[in-house]
């Protein structure tokens, strides 16, 4: 019973969070047309974005975190939760900074054409 509760408030945290964050961004941006201004002062033009390089880098190198914390369960007889935390969040964050290397050599390249 306690895992439902656990999950069902995890849920409504994150689901309250992103409507928030949503709904509070709306109301700015409705503000800016009002005034007259427009709402495009939120992005920046010279910067491209590539949100399915960056979360398919995050979540193969998650994948690759619980192979290798697996891997260093069986071997060497690691803790459980240590090696696969451990090794989840060292391979998503470094899948996560070789995003932002690749992401600025391709802004770099884009910039000079």
């Known amino acids: 019973m306690n895992a439902v509760l656990v999950s069902v408030a995890a849920f409504l945290g994150i689901f309250g969070i992103v409507y928030v964050f949503l709904m509070t961004r709306h109301r700015e941006r409705i503000a800016l047309i009002e005034k007259g ?7 920046d033009k010279n910067q491209a974005y590539y ?6 880098m995050l979540f193969v190198g998650i ?20 090696a696969y935390l451990a090794m989840v969040f060292l391979f998503g964050g470094l899948s996560l900074i070789l995003n932002f290397l690749i ?10 054409e």
Do not use: Q
């Open 37 to 43: 201004a427009d709402a495009s002062i939120f992005t």
């Open 51 to 56: 949100p399915t390089l960056k979360f398919g």
């Open 63 to 82: 994948a690759l975190g619980i192979l290798l914390g697996n891997w260093l369960d069986k071997t060497y007889d690691f803790s459980k939760g240590v």
């Open 103 to 112: 992401e600025r050599h391709l802004n770099n390249t884009r910039a000079r």
